[in-house]
């Protein structure tokens, strides 16, 4: 219940004087708002130019100069780059990377970087700063890797990733696959931001192997800009835990055959070498191999300031040659789980490896502590195959980084499941470690193998288990048959933490418009068909893919029912030259690719069964690698054409069709 009491005129006067010095106030406020709002462009004109620090390493000042392109394609008017303190200092600007001035400017802002890759956006109404924690050394910006030249390395990117960031997170870009048609910019009459201030630093700090194809360094792929844009290439955990003997069996064996693993006929032959001398087993036990070891890695750091870890994995073929000497076996766990080993002429069950591979790289990890004090450096080991299950009793040292081959991802539940519990029960152990899974099959022919919403998950448990990078094997850039997986994965990997639904919402609208309904509808149908492929058939096979499993999973009822959502799409999408429909055109590439692809593998079957005399079949075959050719000449980023047809002559799916697949190597745009 409201009292009224009366007011004397005194106070009424008090009142009307109050309230009205509370409505000028608001007054004030208000407009003191509007001149507090920072604008950066408006009605085609540039007004804040951008000011990068001196010096700027190449990549930074790379993204600097993308970031005025990417303002003049969403506000109309390109901001003018200036490289060091300008005078007179402008009243506005975009201030990119760490500058003394910005301390003046923003005094209530914390420029200290507490986390690694951290990135600061922060506006005050006046003045945007973009920056991150950068490092870098200039005595060694050009690296050579094992793929190639990199020109610009740095040991942290943080503002070039916190402007990529601005990019999708205020100014709304999207780049939803390679090339000009996957970019998606909002165009506006005005550019302009309140006072905000955002933080962020990456969970997965590795991230440039999920798409190795165009890694940093790496030419094979056709998605070099795509995944720089995305926030993967450019990352700040080197990790090494690939098989790391594949050459000791030529240099070494015939000086040094005590290196190599003790075999059960007494001989240290290298097995399987000489056939297969990369895939030699070493004597992990023995402390020669311990020094070798340590004098390659010293030799590594005198050109390669970058390197920090050095792998000390034993080479491919997990379940071959082994050492069996002593004190090798002294390291290994008798509760472990029995596996089948083979060596010359023998095979037999023995315990799982887990507990010797941690002896072994704690091992090295102390030694590596004494010969390079002050260094902080890892040995890196896969947890693969007869050791993909955590050790029993062992655990990893604070330098030693385990890298899980956890399959997790596009197999059946089961597997899911079973892989998970391999990643959680060493992250359970150690807090140094990522995720490396290792996958083929029919992705790898460029068939939809899609499973964004178990990805989704996937990545989310990565994170809340302490992940600290991934590294795809088998990514392949086929954008026409896995643009929302490929999308998701990035997305994903640079914040596990997002509404996945959502941002696949916003995928679908802003690529496709009127049409989005119907291509979320195709993609979920053929996330659906992969399922049941998964689950038919128990695993993705590699080249000996189940074919029943795969004719059951993408039947006549589900092509037709795909064929009918992208007809409705196309008419959905308009006029052929709207880039809507473009992009309904590029996931129809796929689609019609998928339809012969599918017919091929049940073609090549009966080509085989005959050997080659149905000449209907070979008749069916040819037309369709045809029209796969053409469909990858009119899209030439939709599959990485070369690696898949090298990869379907592998499996024989080539074989007597007749067809001449070859294409000469070109660049295609990225």
């Known amino acids: 219940m409201y009292k009224i009491v009366s007011l004397s005129a005194g106070s009424a006067r008090f009142l009307f004087i109050t309230a009205g010095c509370w409505m000028l106030a608001f007054f004030f406020t208000a407009n003191s708002s509007a001149r507090d709002e920072l604008v950066l462009a408006d009605k085609g004109k540039s007004l804040a130019p951008v000011i990068i620090f001196s010096n700027a390493p190449p990549y930074t000042r790379r993204a600097a100069d993308e970031l005025a392109v990417y303002i003049e394609k969403v506000g109309g008017a390109k901001p003018q780059v200036i490289e060091g303190l300008p005078e007179p200092v402008p009243e506005h600007a975009i201030w990119v990377g760490f500058q003394p001035k910005l301390k003046e400017l923003f005094p209530k802002v914390d420029f200290e970087f507490k986390h690694p890759e951290e990135i600061l956006i922060a506006c005050d109404g006046n003045n945007l700063a973009i920056l991150g924690k950068d490092r870098w050394d200039t005595n060694h910006f050009v690296v050579v890797t094992r793929r190639g030249t990199v020109e610009g390395k740095q040991f942290e990117y943080g503002t070039i990733n916190a402007i990529y960031t601005f990019l999708q997170k205020y100014l709304d870009v999207r780049w939803l696959w390679p090339g000009e048609l996957g970019e998606d910019v909002v165009k506006k009459n005005k550019i ?268 989310r448990f990565l994170a809340d288990n302490h992940c600290a990078g991934l590294y795809f094997d088998t990514i392949w850039e086929h954008w026409a048959t896995h643009g929302p997986l ?87 999408a308009g006029d052929p030259d709207s880039v809507y429909r473009k992009r309904v055109d590029f996931v129809c590439a796929g689609f019609f690719f998928t339809r012969c692809m599918v017919q091929n593998i049940d073609l090549a079957e009966k080509i085989g069964r005959d050997q080659g005399g149905d000449k209907e079949a070979v008749a069916r075959a040819r037309a369709n690698w045809e029209q796969v050719k053409k469909i990858c000449d009119d899209h030439p980023l939709a599959f990485n054409y070369n690696f898949m047809i090298g990869r379907a002559t592998e499996s024989g799916l080539l074989k007597d069709a007749g067809v001449d697949m070859k294409k000469k190597k070109g660049k295609t745009k990225k």
């Not at 639904?501 to 149908?525: H, N, Q, T």
């Not at 992969?530 to 499993?549: C, I, V």
Request: hydrophobic share 35%.
């Open 192 to 459: 302009a931001f309140a006072p905000f201030e955002y933080r962020y630093h990456p969970q997965f700090r590795h991230r440039g192997g999920i798409f190795r194809l165009s890694a940093l360094g790496d030419n094979r792929g056709h998605s070099f800009d795509w995944v720089r844009l995305q926030r993967l290439q450019l990352d700040s955990l080197f990790v090494d835990c690939s098989h790391a003997y594949t050459d000791w069996w030529e240099k070494y064996f015939t000086n040094h055959p005590d290196y190599f693993a003790l075999q059960p006929d007494g001989t240290r032959s290298g097995f399987p070498a000489p056939q297969e001398p990369a895939k030699a087993k070493i004597c992990q036990a023995n402390p020669a191999v311990w020094t070798q070891w340590l004098d390659n890695v010293a030799d590594t750091l005198q050109s390669n300031v970058y390197q920090t870890m050095f792998s000390a994995s034993p080479n491919d073929s997990y379940n071959r040659g082994h050492c069996i000497c002593e004190k090798c076996r002294a390291w290994d766990n008798p509760d472990g789980e029995m596996l089948v080993y083979t060596w010359q002429g023998l095979s037999q069950e023995y315990v799982a490896l887990s507990d010797r591979q941690v002896n072994f790289a704690n091992t090295l990890g102390k030694l590596m502590k004494e010969r390079f004090p002050g260094k902080e450096l890892y040995v890196g080991m896969h947890a693969y195959g007869h050791y993909r299950a955590p050790p029993i009793k062992a655990v990893p040292d604070d330098n030693v980084f385990i890298s899980s081959v956890a399959n997790m991802f596009l197999v059946n539940q089961e597997a899911r499941a079973q892989h998970k519990a391999f990643f959680k029960g060493w992250a359970d152990k150690t807090k140094n470690i990522m995720c490396r899974p290792n996958i083929g099959g029919y992705n790898e022919l460029g068939l939809p193998v899609v499973a964004i919403k178990n990805m989704i998950e996937d990545f």
């Open 486 to 572: 490929y999308y998701a994965m990035a997305q994903m990997a640079w914040d596990p933490w997002q509404d996945g639904k959502g941002m696949m919402e916003d995928y679908y609208r802003r690529g496709f418009g009127p049409a989005a309904g119907e291509i979320s509808e195709y993609w979920s149908l053929m996330e659906q068909a992969h399922s049941d492929f998964s689950e038919r058939s128990g695993t993705l096979g590699r080249k000996d893919s189940r074919h029943s499993a795969l004719q059951e999973a993408y039947n006549h009822a589900l092509m037709a029912k795909a064929d009918e959502l992208l007809g409705n799409a196309a008419k959905k």
